[in-house]
């Protein structure tokens, strides 16, 4: 019978333990994500971007990380005008990872380089469809700490950019 107590106590300890580190993670998410569809010619530039800007929240008592986001893209159409399928700007930058503080808020982006011709591609787009999705990796384990698909698409060229 002391058996059958010690080993509910110990199964009690690890599903405490276990539920307390996955609220901990459902607290580490993705705030506000934009992506611009940039298309600029002019005397000083002639080029096409997927310019994505993202926040992520760190709404825990203690530091996060390391962690790298992942820039998934999901169409195929998209895919050939970025001529890739996923960006992790911080494994081409050699980087282990990045950490938020407590109660922190880290705000970023990323600049794609398009094929020419991505102000038609945006006006083909369903931006109800899934189409790129942000995911934040332990870079050690690969595991997705907490994702987020993108709906905010804007236009961007040289009539629409004033300063």
Known sequence: MLNKIIIVLISLLVLIGCSKDRNDRERILFGDASVNFVSLNDEYFDE?????????????KESTGP??????????????YLGLEQY???????????????????QSGENLHATK?????????????QLI????????TEEVIASKWIHNFLYVDETTAKP
Request: no cysteine; aromatic share 8%; charged share 25%.
């Open 48 to 60: 096409d971007l997927l310019s994505i800007e993202y926040r992520i929240i760190n709404q825990t």
């Open 67 to 80: 962690f790298h986001v992942n820039v998934v893209i999901h169409d195929k159409i998209l895919q050939d």
């Open 88 to 106: 992790t700007s911080y494994e081409k930058m050699g980087h282990d990872g990045m950490e938020i503080g407590a109660g922190d808020v880290f």
């Open 117 to 129: 011709g991505i102000g038609e591609l945006y006006r083909s787009l369903n931006p109800e469809h």
């Open 133 to 140: 999705e942000l995911q934040m990796v332990n870079p050690k």
